[in-house]
T-cell receptor, first 114, second 114 residues
Framework: DADVTQTPRNRITKTGKRIMLECSQT?????MYWYRQDPGLGLRLIYY???????NKGEISDGYSVSRQAQAKFSLSLESAIPNQTALYFC?????????????FGPGTRLTVT | AQKVTQAQTEISVVEKEDVTLDCVYE???????LFWYKQPPSGELVFLIR??????QNEISGRYSWNFQKSTSSFNFTITASQVVDSAVYFC???????????FGAGTRLFVKA
């Protein structure tokens, strides 16, 4: 089984709808991240969390919110989806004890907002 | 501010050719980590290598090799005798001390033709 899972894997939604993307991990890592990937822009950080009580905005947090329900779960919400939020979304984890800060990524969620 | 530049947007080679993917980074931190990730057509992100700023030793892993040069702020990736399975998007990334922030380059798409 995958260590970092994301649901759904694909989602098509309409403008104005609320949508939640979920991420779960079995790696026991304390840090979790949400990124979005757009063609030609690489990955950009939306939110990150270093533990259940610690949530921080990344470089493109507008229009998004997150919830860290448990150490193993980190969800991303789009309160009112808009077409320019169409992208590939990745969840990632890392371990504070790993001084290299290597991140492990989920398989991605492809979101289309029409 | 931190920045990662992958100037090559796309590279196309014929199988068995050697290819080098360039990565130039900017940071004022003296302690940092550099990474390469591979994103095959299936979409997942696969960790390839991590280097810390104090270790300029080059590394070779099979057909892959990495050249880290602090003097030119570069961390280039060479694939020797490329294969069709190497076709992917490759991302270079920079993480500063504490792991508070990881900056990804825009990625280089590599096409290896049979």
């Amino acid at each position: 089984d995958a260590d970092v899972t994301q649901t759904p894997r694909n989602r098509i939604t309409k403008t104005g709808k609320r949508i939640m993307l979920e991420c779960s991990q079995t790696k026991g890592h304390d840090r979790m991240y949400w990124y979005r990937q757009d063609p030609g822009l690489g990955l950009r950080l939306i939110y990150y969390s270093f533990d259940v009580k610690d949530i921080n905005k990344g470089e493109i947090s507008d229009g998004y919110s997150v919830s860290r329900q448990a150490q193993a779960k980190f969800s991303l919400s789009l309160e009112s989806a808009i077409p320019n939020q169409t992208a590939l979304y990745f969840c990632a984890t890392s371990d504070t004890r790993d001084r290299g800060y290597e991140q492990y990524f989920g398989p991605g969620t492809r979101l289309t907002v029409t | 501010a931190q920045k990662v530049t992958q100037a090559q947007t796309e590279i196309s080679v014929v199988e068995k050719e050697d290819v080098t993917l360039d990565c130039v980074y900017e940071t004022r931190d003296t302690t940092y980590y550099l990474f390469w990730y591979k994103q095959p057509p299936s979409g997942e992100l696969v960790f390839l290598i991590r280097r810390n700023s104090f270790d300029e030793q080059n590394e070779i892993s099979g057909r892959y090799s990495w050249n880290f040069q602090k003097s030119t702020s570069s961390f280039n990736f060479t694939i020797t005798a490329s294969q069709v399975v190497d076709s992917a998007v490759y991302f270079c990334a920079l993480t500063i001390t504490g792991g508070f922030k990881t900056i990804f380059g825009a990625g280089t798409r590599l096409f290896v033709k049979a």
